[in-house]
């Protein structure tokens, strides 16, 4: 066994010699992995034997050659360092002056871009070409020596030429100006005129509406009325062009007139104009939402009363009351021929609710009841209290009348007027064996006749003046 002990290290030695020093640390692993192992099967089969003393003497011989090889590795890495240190101090002395010799570059291209990129005063001074100088130029410019350089004395002479001519500009110049500021002066003067001039001729329109008025040349108060008319909504416009050519055709002895914010109704007429091109469709989509909602609570019972009490505080924050910004004044007068001019009987209004889409009629400045208001069955049948169209009833709610507070109301005859037509609740094609009454057949053909009485606008106004008149007989 000593003589096993002497023999190692002279062959580790070797194997140092021999190996390098990462070859000696594999080997001398796997060798204690190797003695490991066998220790660990010596153990489990509880044999003490004299091999594990000669295991245990092998790995230490293996801890020896592995200080060895970490000594070595520890003294080739101090070589390679200081051979890098080394190797090093000359790197850094050359990229030094890499750094130098960049900088200088950079410095002289600077240097140099900057002389190319110079320029002179003279290049730009806008010269006169050298042609148009000989051609042009006074002989005091041309014939001065002022240099023995040829090319020097004629860049000086046309630098001179040049300062002359900015000198003559620069009078026209002063001499422009000074037209300028007369013809400025001369121009606020002619606004200021044309700033006074509406004040004058509406002082003077109305000093010459006297003459007007005497004459009878209403132009003026026919051409804002006509401008009102325009912006009117179609049914209050179909009206009022009923009554203006019953008015011109035959002589009626009634006077109409609009009134009304002009800007509104421009503002509503855009708005409307808008919404017709698809810009707004809120309306719609509240609509839609409105029908889903019904269809939604379509099998819940909802009692009448309360149907009815929801609708009336609902009618107010829709808006459905209102109103178009213009509206129709029709004054009556009394047909009776007499020296002295005619009477004013009654003064009519007409309005448009474009939500309900009907025409509202009122007596203006009236404060009587609606037991003595002459409007109220002017045609049988016809308070004003009943919306004449289904849609507008849809819109203000199931079994809900038009609001008796309200003066203004929507009478059948208005709509007819205002070319607001819509069929009848009743066929009137039905024969008398499809009527189950009589009754029933004589109320369509009665309210046919009806019709065709209330679109005539000579029978509104005679039944109005005749209703009037049997007031004032009876006051």
């Not at 140099?112 to 051609?135: A, M, N, R, T």
């Not at 421009?266 to 939402?289: A, C, L, P, V, Y």
């Amino acid at each position: 066994m000593d003589a096993k002990m002497e023999d190692a290290p002279s062959s580790m030695t070797e194997v140092i010699v021999d190996k390098s020093a990462y070859e000696i640390l594999k080997n001398t692993k796997n060798g204690v992995e190797e003695i490991v192992a066998k220790m660990l099967s010596l153990k489990k089969d509880d044999k003490l034997t004299p091999e594990i003393r000669e295991l245990v003497t092998q790995m230490f011989l293996h801890f020896v050659s592995l200080r060895q090889a970490n000594r070595k590795i520890l003294m080739e890495e101090d070589r390679v360092k200081a051979e890098t240190e080394r190797a090093k101090a000359p790197l850094d002395s050359r990229t030094l002056q890499l750094h130098s010799l960049m900088y200088e570059k950079s410095h002289y291209s600077k240097a140099i871009k900057g002389c190319k990129e110079f320029k002179s005063s003279y290049p730009d001074i806008q010269l006169v070409s050298e042609v148009d100088f000989f051609s042009q130029a006074p002989e005091e410019f041309k014939g001065s020596a002022i240099s023995t350089d040829n090319a020097h004395n004629l860049m000086l002479k046309r630098l001179n030429y040049e300062l002359f001519q900015r000198k003559e500009l620069c009078k026209l110049l002063e001499k422009l100006e000074q037209k300028k500021r007369s013809l400025l002066e001369n121009i606020a003067n002619r606004k200021t005129f044309l700033s006074s001039l509406p004040s004058h001729l509406k002082a003077l329109k109305k000093a010459a509406l006297p003459a007007q008025n005497q004459l009878g040349l209403l132009h003026t108060k026919k051409q804002k009325q006509i401008h009102a008319a325009e912006l009117l909504p179609p049914p209050l416009y179909i009206t009022y062009s009923q009554f203006m050519a019953q008015k011109e055709a035959f002589g009626e002895n009634i006077e109409l007139e609009v009134i009304g914010s002009l800007i509104d109704a421009q503002i509503f007429s855009q708005q409307q104009i808008r919404k017709e091109n698809g810009i707004s469709s809120t309306q719609e989509i509240s609509r839609i939402d409105n029908d889903e909602m019904d269809e939604e609570n379509d099998g819940q019972w909802i009692g009448k009363q309360s149907q009815k009490k929801a609708g009336k505080d609902n009618v107010e924050a829709d808006g459905l009351y209102q109103a178009h910004p213009l509206k129709i004044i029709l004054q009556v007068y009394d047909d009776e021929v007499s020296d002295s001019e005619p009477a004013r009987l009654v003064t009519l209004k007409f309005e448009y609710l474009f939500k309900l889409n009907v025409v509202c009629v009122g007596i203006e400045g009236s404060d009587q009841g609606p037991e003595n208001n002459i409007l109220c069955n002017l045609f049988p049948d016809d308070t004003g209290l009943e919306l004449p169209h289904q849609c507008a009833k849809l819109l203000l709610g199931d079994g809900m009348k038009f609001d008796e507070k309200r003066d203004m109301r929507p009478y059948k005859w208005a709509q007819y007027l205002a070319g607001i037509d819509f069929l009848p609740e009743v066929s009137p094609t039905l024969t008398i064996n499809e009527v189950r009454h009589e009754t029933s057949k004589n109320t369509v053909i009665s309210g046919l006749t009806l019709y065709r009485q209330q679109t005539r606008v000579q029978t509104v106004v005679q039944r109005i003046r005749s209703r009037k008149k049997t007031q004032l007989a009876l006051a």
